[in-house]
């Protein structure tokens, strides 16, 4: 009894470790599988058929990359804009500041069949044809939120004695941003763009109700489910976790490596030669 109250808060968090990856487990096995029917929900035996041709079902690439374009896209201006407001807030004192950081958590808020219906009447009044274009607004609007929330926090979270150091060394502005500021709030961005992409790519129901034909990568899904979900898009989510785990543990390492960098001490001389040239 000892040994568990000790180790009672790890085994927990096993335990909820494992049931958060039971599912992706399920995908990816199942992208090996060899279905005997239609339905791909139980294992047959093993084949690499659908990593040979990931394309061999029609329309599943394509919908993966109008996914992949729109997730791309979306993210870039929902970063830059996100980031800016997050810098505005944290930094600045201005009228109405409050009622904008209540206004930014509205539509993390507002459910996304209320979202969805809205921007489809709004587009319907307005006369703009439903597609591509539509879908990036809708979904810049709904990312755009997390990315605020998110940079927010991690600039909340900075010791401003960093930037008034760098400032009492002569540095210029612009410089105590590039080297101090920017590379401290750098995580937090890639995290918040990492957190808009998987948002944008796996919505559903704001993109079905403003795709107009344009079919998605989850709108594809949920069509093929109705006839039986091929194994090729069981490769291709598990080709999007790889890619996913890949670039979080990529810009996590790159992060503790500026971190320590940062850390590091520096001789003064050098530091005031740096940043005065600068």
Not at 16 to 36: D, E, G, K, Q, T
Request: aromatic share 12%; glycine share 8%.
């Amino acid at each position: 009894m000892r040994w568990l109250r000790r180790n009672l808060i790890g085994i927990i968090a096993i335990l909820v470790l494992v049931y958060l990856f039971i599912p992706i487990a399920v995908v990816i096995a199942l992208s090996f599988n060899n279905p005997s029917g239609k339905f791909n929900t139980s294992w047959n035996e093993f084949s690499l058929d659908a990593w040979k041709n990931i394309c061999g079902v029609p329309g599943v690439c394509s919908s993966f990359v109008t996914s992949i374009q729109i997730g791309l896209v979306s993210t870039l201006i929902a970063t830059l804009l996100g980031s800016m407001i997050a810098f505005g807030l944290v930094r600045y004192r201005f009228r109405g500041r409050g009622t904008t950081n209540l206004l930014i958590f509205l539509p993390m808020a507002t459910p996304e069949v209320v979202m969805g219906a809205s921007l489809l009447a709004l587009f319907l009044n307005l006369r703009f044809p439903l597609g591509m274009g539509t879908v990036m607004v809708a979904h810049i609007m709904f990312i755009i939120s997390f990315v605020v929330v998110t940079v927010k926090a991690r600039l909340q979270g900075m010791d401003p004695r960093l930037e008034e150091a760098a400032r009492d060394l002569y540095a210029s502005p612009r410089a105590t941003f590039r080297y101090v500021t920017f590379p401290l709030v750098l995580p937090g961005i890639i995290g918040a763009a990492l957190l808009g992409f998987s948002l944008s790519f796996d919505d559903f129901i704001i993109s079905f109700f403003n795709a107009g034909t344009l079919v998605t990568f989850p709108i594809f899904i949920w069509g093929a489910a109705q006839r039986g979900i091929p194994v090729q898009v069981n490769a291709l989510a598990t080709l999007v976790f790889v890619v996913a785990l890949l670039i979080v543990l990529g810009a996590q390492f790159v992060g503790n490596r500026r971190r320590k960098a940062l850390e590091a001490p520096v001789p003064e001389p050098i530091l005031v030669d740096r940043l005065s040239r600068s």
